[in-house]
């Protein structure tokens, strides 16, 4: 008799919607010995203010313009910009149709969240996160009406072993010319799924009022599933943090509002931001307090990709985009053992060993009580 499939035990493959691929879950594979690289820990004992760093208040850049004296947050132009302002030079012909070459303009800028230098997003105050969060929405908002912008890319690479470069609190966004084709094949799944609303069995959960928003499905069918099985890690009034069905990475969490469907920073509420604050603070203390120290991962956010115009009506029903927000956390084991995404992976397709639910219970169980400000009993 064959042995009872248990996605605990038994290899397996999950879709992912959002992305059209697979991922191979061989959660076996955690029982594995680890005699690999390690990782240096974090620094966790930063000044309050480096005199070195071209992040802090008043100190020169590296391009050499001085930063102002800020008190909250700042943005500047990214001295050393992947992409630069319009126009773009017009490409010559493609030697060969494999050979394309299409211009791409846009801006870079270096959000900073924070003049001090030692503190990260869980570390922020609640009144630090809302400014944070105010930010976002609206450099999305000035970049995205900008014209010629096509897409507003904001993301976090937070540690070094996920390329940050500096220490000091600070994130990106790059505005491009072009839908970028990560964002831009999530909408073409999202407009795929919304155009056929019967796709799911007429008895699954819907989202709310009944959207046909994939995204808005699949959340409403997340939080269907009792705490102790799912995927959920934390929930307020009215943001989600779960590892998603499909994860790739061990520790991957999807944000997302759920109670309805929200396409951009800009449609947020003043009550729906300030529980976003909430739940970006209650997600990344949970990180930090997973393996005990500065968690690192790359986050990035993904709404619809431009605002609408000034004085054009938005109507958030009409648009397939549901804004949520990606954290890719490469740590597996421990603080100093990571996740790499090579052979079978770069080759084939993405693979992973923890299950998305186990990484889901391991999350949950943590304090939201930073370990930093815990009392020393409890933190140990």
Request: charged share 20%; glycine share 4%.
């Amino acid at each position: 008799m064959a042995e009872q499939f248990d996605p605990a035990t038994h290899p397996h493959r999950r879709f992912n919607p959002l992305t059209g691929e697979h991922v191979l879950v061989s959660p076996h594979r955690t029982k594995r010995p680890w005699l690999g690289q390690t990782e240096p820990p974090q620094p966790t004992d930063l000044p309050t203010y480096d005199p070195a760093c071209y992040l802090c208040p008043g100190n020169a850049r590296a391009g050499g313009e001085r930063n102002p004296a800020y008190a909250q947050t700042m943005v500047f132009t990214n001295d050393f910009a992947a992409v630069l302002p319009p126009p773009a030079p017009t490409a010559p012909p493609a030697p060969h149709p494999l050979l394309t070459t299409r211009p791409v303009d846009g801006q870079c800028d270096v959000l900073v969240f924070h003049p001090r230098h030692d503190v990260t997003l869980p570390r922020l105050a609640h009144a630090d996160m809302l400014t944070v969060v105010a930010e976002w929405a609206r450099v999305y908002a000035a970049r995205g009406r900008q014209p010629g912008v096509a897409h507003v890319q904001i993301f976090e690479n937070k540690g070094a072993m996920m390329g940050c470069s500096n220490p000091h609190p600070h994130g990106q966004v790059w505005s491009l010319s072009e839908v970028p084709t990560i964002p831009a094949t999530e909408l073409a799944n999202l407009a795929r799924y919304a155009a056929a609303p019967t796709a799911a069995p007429s008895d699954a959960p819907r989202g709310p009022k009944g959207c046909p928003c994939l995204l808005c499905e699949y959340v409403h069918f997340e939080r269907s599933v009792p705490a102790n099985e799912g995927r959920i890690v934390v929930q307020n009034e009215h943001w989600v943090a779960l590892v998603p069905w499909w994860a790739t990475w061990p520790f991957e969490i999807l944000l997302l509002p759920y109670h309805r469907h929200i396409p951009s920073l800009l449609h947020l509420t003043d009550k729906e931001n300030d529980s976003f604050a909430r739940i970006l603070s209650a997600m990344t203390k949970r990180y930090d307090n997973l393996f005990q120290c500065s968690f690192a991962y790359s986050m990035g956010i993904h709404q619809r990709p431009v605002p609408a115009p000034d004085g054009v009506q938005d109507d958030d029903d009409d648009d397939v985009a549901h804004l949520h927000l990606h954290f890719f956390p490469p740590l597996l084991r421990s603080a100093t053992v990571r996740k790499f995404l090579v052979g079978f992976e770069l080759m084939a397709e993405a693979q992973r060993d923890l299950t998305p639910e186990q990484a889901a219970q391991r999350l949950r169980a943590c304090s939201e009580v930073h370990y930093l400000d815990a009392p020393a009993e409890v933190a140990a």
